[in-house]
């Protein structure tokens, strides 16, 4: 199966909040697992990526924690910020595809001031 | 932004007709990634090009077709649209075989 199931599908967290969005997927050969941000009208954009060899990678206030054994990863926003809203994906590629990447569905993410 | 350009940017078809869709990748990058994202859902991979040639395709049938051209700009090209063809089509532009890839804008296309 090469199925990337995200969730939620919708959130809306507090400014200053944490906003966590979790995606699972089923191809064990799996090994590079990246986000994307998108807003509106626009093109999705690289925000953080994780291989299995580490747990967790943090760049600013987004932290990628990634669970090898549960086939889990998800991506935690610290301190969210109206700004911050936009639709999230996770995806997930195998080897040296060279882009052929596979997408969740999309988590839209509304911080409220 | 990525440095990935694509034109139009917008575009509307009627049923049965055929399109062309442009995408410009980053400066050095040699290899074009095509997704298409229909609304409310992610982006699903419908082939790629490097060094000119098709390099893995997705699940769409063969009325969607591609070109990548010496200076690695691309085309995407889709014959006897459908109505379900409406959605954004991305292009994303990488090096070799990295997986970091860069998406442009899009191109919005509605098939009415």
């Known amino acids: 199966q090469q199925q990337v199931k995200q969730s939620p599908q919708s959130l809306i967290v507090q400014k200053g909040g944490i906003s966590i969005i979790n995606c699972a997927y089923e191809n064990t050969a799996f090994d590079y697992f990246p986000w994307y941000q998108q807003f509106p009208g626009k093109g999705p954009a690289l925000l953080i990526a994780?291989?299995?060899?580490?747990s967790e990678k943090k760049e600013g206030r987004f932290t990628i924690s990634f669970n090898k054994s549960a086939k889990q990863f998800s991506l935690h926003i610290m301190d969210s910020q109206p700004g911050d809203s936009a639709t999230y994906f996770c995806a997930a590629t195998k080897g040296n595809q060279g882009g052929k990447l596979i997408f969740g569905q999309g988590t839209e993410l509304s911080v409220k001031p | 932004e990525t440095g990935v350009t694509q034109s139009p940017t917008h575009l509307i078809k009627t049923r049965g007709q055929q399109v062309t869709l442009r995408c410009s990748s980053q400066?050095?990058?040699?290899?074009v990634s095509w997704y298409q994202q229909a609304l409310g859902q992610g982006p699903q991979f419908i082939f790629q090009y490097y060094r000119e040639e098709e390099n893995g395709r997705g699940n769409f049938p063969p009325r969607f077709s591609g070109l990548q051209f010496p200076n690695y700009s691309s085309e995407l090209n889709v014959n006897a649209l459908e109505l379900d063809d409406s959605a954004l089509y991305l292009c994303a532009s990488s090096l070799g075989q990295e997986n970091t890839i860069y998406f442009g804008e899009g191109s919005w296309l509605t098939v009415v």
């Open positions: 400066s050095g990058h040699n290899t």
């Open positions: 994780i291989r299995p060899d580490v």
